[in-house]
């Protein structure tokens, strides 16, 4: 995505108060609002500027066909217009992890993050361009076979502070973040398994954030869900040092924190790496 024109990016806010939303989505896409809205509210009441929902936050099925099911034209739904009255009613950034967008094919849907200002209007959608897939003993996840890919790569302005998007999946290709960069703050709504998560979660997310040198939030669902499937949780605040300033193992819950510009500058200027890249 091509910056914005100089003039026309406002100056950068000292700090930024920020929380993730965890949660452990079911099959009732009613119910998901509802436990949604009682975290943004809690979020919004201790201060946060920005809070960002989790990959799937909306249903986790018991079928993949399910989010097909569930889907909606871009720009009208009763999933979108609630992330526009969540984000207007709380004054709020609203980056609202993932909701099913229909695609030209009736089998396919895109896995996107649509992003909302403090007034309500969608200011970005992301389309998420990796698609996970593994297979070991029972586990088989294949995202391909229900989500269309997105091509785009999405950088957004959130009052002066560069926030690079990205889902789940997309955490394990870097160069996707160096599209991004530079970035002062990257998320990851996510719904990692179980089995992934505890073996590379924790790792990958801080090797993005040491090595892009930027804040790093990733909300993520945590829990037993109702339709059997177990998500690893763990939704984090990453610094730009790859510190790891809170942590929600498991359940409904925030993390949250201030961003400070000055870390920011004090780790690139301490260790320019981004200043010495070759390639």
Not at 111 to 139: M, S, W
Not at 212 to 229: D, F, I, K, S
Request: with cysteine.
């Amino acid at each position: 995505m091509p910056d914005q024109p100089a003039d026309a990016v406002p100056a950068a806010t000292p700090t930024l108060a920020v929380a993730g939303v965890q949660m452990v989505s079911a099959t009732d896409p009613a119910a998901n609002r509802a436990a949604a809205a009682r975290l943004i509210a809690r979020a919004a009441e201790g201060g946060a500027r920005v809070v960002v929902l989790p990959e799937y936050f909306c249903l986790l099925g018991r079928r993949d066909t399910d989010k097909v099911d569930l889907r909606e034209a871009a720009g009208a739904g009763p999933l979108q217009d609630f992330l526009a009255e969540q984000a207007a009613r709380h004054r709020i950034w609203l980056i609202g992890g993932t909701v099913p967008i229909a695609t030209s094919r009736p089998t396919r849907v895109r896995n996107t993050c649509l992003v909302h200002g403090p007034d309500g209007r969608p200011i970005a959608r992301y389309d998420k361009i990796h698609l996970f897939g593994f297979q070991r003993g029972a586990e088989r996840f294949d995202e391909s076979a229900t989500i269309e890919a997105g091509r785009t790569p999405v950088v957004i302005d959130i009052e002066g502070w560069r926030v690079g998007l990205s889902v789940c999946y997309d955490l394990r290709f870097p160069e996707l973040y160096r599209v991004l960069a530079p970035c002062d703050l990257i998320v990851v709504p996510s719904a990692f398994t179980h089995t992934t998560g505890q073996a590379h979660w924790e790792v990958l997310l801080r090797a993005r954030a040491i090595e892009n040198q930027c804040y790093v939030l990733a909300p993520a669902q945590g829990g037993l869900h109702e339709n059997g499937r177990r998500t690893w949780g763990h939704s984090l605040l990453a610094d730009p040092w790859g510190d790891l300033l809170q942590v929600l193992p498991e359940g409904e819950g925030l993390v949250a924190g201030v961003l400070h510009r000055q870390r920011i500058l004090e780790v690139r200027q301490s260790l320019p790496a981004l200043a010495h890249r070759i390639l």
